[in-house]
């Protein structure tokens, strides 16, 4: 079975492939435009994994949890400003790759 990454990878070049050549160009038009657009793509990525989407989760951009014990499974940032994408960069480096929450620690399902 192909990896969590392997299959977000699949599902958001899958879904950026259907967005209108029209539309990926208005979305640069803002920063409000292109955040739109990202929430729209990352959206149907995070449901095509079964995962729930939340924006602005721990002070990243995106996020996609799990549905049942709401653990987060993929962080995403995007960043308007290029010159800044380094300060992302090292937020996403502190997330600890692969980290497992034992069974016991997690929130109980209801």
């Given at each position: 079975m192909p990896t969590l990454l392997a299959?977000?990878?699949e599902q958001f070049l899958s879904r950026i492939a259907r967005v209108e050549l029209s539309e990926l160009h208005a979305s640069w038009a803002s920063d409000v435009a292109r955040t739109v657009l990202y929430r729209k793509i990352l959206?149907?990525?995070a449901e095509a994994l079964k995962l729930k989407f939340e924006p602005e989760l721990l002070?990243?951009?995106f996020a996609m949890i799990a549905p049942v014990d709401r653990v987060p499974q993929?962080?995403?940032e995007s960043e308007n400003a290029a010159?800044?994408?380094v300060q992302e960069v090292r937020k996403l480096c502190c997330i600890p790759v692969g980290a497992v929450v034992p069974a016991a620690l997690r929130a109980p399902v209801v």
């Open positions: 299959r977000f990878q959206g149907d990525v002070i990243v951009d993929i962080f995403i010159w800044s994408a």
